[in-house]
């Protein structure tokens, strides 16, 4: 299965996710390729983080930012690896439509504030574009970094996501917590950090069974 955490709008969360995933996925006993598609590459850094502490599983991640590449790499490594996971987006990059063409399934985060809300106009229309091509796209929508509660801001911005019918919303926010920069900035998943925010660690687990079915299958089957 192949999994894109993107967004054109930056500063969305989507490279923590993708890295908690990743290890998340790996830690259940997955193949798992991760690949970095933004030029930054955090995602990069945070598994090189890993391997250098010596944690176990290794997961493996590789860096394509510019589209042609990451869709020519990727075909040629999605037989090897149950699972790939894709880190792009921030911009309307080649490497995010690439992935578009590529994934089974798209994540995207999404803040509750409303320059987050009104910039998913932008990753729908690529949506559009690429269901126009293309059969098979899921794309789902999460809140992420959400507010303590249901809150007024939280509220807002999942009742203006109705705007964008290309999305499907999950019910599965990501609350604002440390542990998953700190998790994330040490390569780990939050599973792993010490001492363990049970919080984190359930709604990750949480966006997985909604994100990763496949995957929720393994995890829950202990194998």
Same mark, same amino acid.
């Given at each position: ?74 075909r ?5 690896y ?7 987006? +921030?911009?309307?990059?080649?490497? !995010?439509? /690439?992935?578009?063409? #590529? %994934? *089974?399934?798209?994540l995207?985060?999404? $803040? ?10 932008d990753i ?19 809140l992420?970094?959400?507010?303590? +509660?249901?809150?007024?801001?939280? !509220?807002? /911005?999942?009742?203006? #996501? %109705? *705007? ?5 919303? $999950? ?7 440390k ?45």
């Open positions: 299965m192949i999994l894109t955490v993107g967004n054109t709008k930056g500063g969305t969360g989507k490279t923590t996710l993708a890295v908690q995933l990743a290890i998340s996925l790996a830690r259940a006993g997955r193949d798992v390729l991760l690949v970095d598609g933004d030029t930054q590459g955090s995602a990069q850094t945070a598994i090189a983080v890993r391997t250098e502490s010596g944690r176990r599983p290794a997961v493996a991640c590789v860096q394509f930012a510019e589209g042609r590449v990451l869709r020519d790499q990727v040629l490594q999605v037989p090897r149950q699972d790939v996971l894709i880190d792009a987006g +921030g911009r309307d990059s080649s490497a !995010l439509r /690439a992935a578009l063409f #590529l %994934t *089974d399934v798209l995207v985060p999404f $803040l509750p504030r409303s320059v987050d809300v009104w910039a998913l106009a729908a229309a690529l949506v559009d574009e690429a269901r126009g091509v293309r059969d098979g796209l899921t794309a789902l929508a999460v992420n970094a959400a507010d303590p +509660g249901d809150n007024r801001d939280n !509220l807002e /911005a999942i009742e203006a #996501l %109705t *705007d964008f019918p290309q999305l499907a919303l $999950l019910d599965t926010p990501i609350r604002r917590r542990a998953f920069a700190n998790a994330t900035g040490q390569g780990l998943s939050v599973d792993e950090l010490v001492p363990l925010d049970a919080k984190a660690s359930a709604e990750l687990a949480t966006l997985i069974v909604k994100a990763f079915p496949i995957a929720h299958t393994v995890i829950t089957n202990g194998e």
